[in-house]
């Protein structure tokens, strides 16, 4: 994150006054909400997809209708305020769960999320002697790049190493580097940490890569407690839920030590979206969360329901008062399993459950009647042992559920899609596998 302007300094200066406003226990109350709120209003009204807001009020924004995610992406430059080669940096969201987003963001754009997560991260990576090492996909979208941001605004050490970029940055090299580097902080998907970790501990040399690891920093992807158990056991470091956000609206949540998430209140409007209409995001609340980033500039965004349902909780350990987020996944998210109807975070609670997992495949018919799940066998772990494994599997899977694998079967090597990771992976396309015809075990 580069500086060459004065009033970036000063922009940058103020994002920060902001975001550290609780820290000094200030409350961030309607006064500051109504100002952010009337700029956000004033640069929305330059894109087409919000055209004539009339004069700003609380009132006016919260009759304002919610903007959903398939709209944005059914229309992404009509949310432009600027053109989508305008802003400093071009990015476009994963494509996923549809077609690409262009997201150009300028320089306020990048110098507001950065702080914001920077700020939120303080008492986790400075002061600490870190040294940082970014392992995350160099594609076309942002978590790289705030990672450097970050490092580069806390003044840490740091090196990037993109383990997919073919014939520059391979496992040898990155394993070389470490020699050097000694990094203590892993800015990883994990998807990329978990087939690092397989091929480490087939080399013997994990032992000797995770002695100057501290931190586990997991982000680009879901990660459950499950996961990241799993992994701070194999590295012998901490593991975090590092953020939630997206490409579209920043980042909207950042960890503290407790290894939980927290809203970033100074940079976002946030409400919550229920059966009842759309209220304030306080603590005991559930529903789909919705937002309004306070400092996008590029693409302002009024009321944007993230699709993503939510439960807020507050009095975290660590002291902070803003609400404690977790985040449930999108209904939509869930993949019809034998009747059952599964997400993400709740298969792999299931699966990480025995840490000598080092990732899975689902295999299933057309009909969706029969299921087998496919499990990459930890090198290090008994064999033997894994017969009594799987029946742990399956009774979980049909306690947590409710319905049991046709097969649960260990394998040493799943396809590297499975794992690659951050803007690489999507877990309907790379975790599961159609099958036109089943053959029994």
Known sequence: ???????????????????????????????????????????????SAYGSLGAFSMRAFHD?????????KARPLDYLRVPAGGGLKYYQTTGTTGTPTPTPRTSQDMIANTVSVAEAWRPLLAD??????????????????????????????????YPYTTGISDWDRIAGLWEVFRPTVLFVAPGVLLQFSQIMKKRGLLEQLREPV????????????ELREMAG???????FDASYGSTESGTLAACCAQDRLHLLRGANHFEIADDSGVGPAEAGRTGRLVVTPLNNDARPLLRLDMGDEVSLSGDCPCGADAPVVTVHGRGSDGTAIK?????????????????????YLIEIDEAGAWARLLLERDPSADRNAESGKAGLIQERT????GFRWDEVRFVNRLPVTTKSGGSQKSWKRSNFRVVDEVVPA
Not at 64 to 72: I, N
Request: hydrophobic share 40%; with cysteine; charged share 30%.
């Open 233 to 239: 056991h194999w590295w012998n470091a901490r593991a």
């Open 64 to 72: 304002l209708p919610v903007t959903s995610k398939d709209q944005l």
């Open 1 to 47: 994150m580069k500086i060459n302007s004065r009033s970036d300094l000063e922009f940058l200066e103020r994002i920060q006054r902001e975001v550290t406003a609780h820290q000094r226990d200030e409350e961030y109350d309607e006064t500051y909400y109504a100002s952010k709120l009337t700029d956000v209003w004033q640069r929305a009204e330059q894109t």
């Open 128 to 161: 600490g002697g870190h040294r940082a090492l970014i392992l995350l996909p160099s594609d076309i979208v942002p978590v790289a790049d705030l990672m450097v941001g970050v490092c580069e605004f806390l003044g840490i050490p740091h090196v990037k190493a």
């Open 398 to 401: 049909h306690e947590r559920l």
């Open 214 to 225: 501290e931190l586990l920093m997991l982000l680009g992807e879901v990660s459950t407690p």
């Open 339 to 359: 009747g059952s109807r599964v997400r993400t975070r709740d298969l792999e609670g299931v699966v990480y459950s025995n840490r000598d997992v080092m990732g």
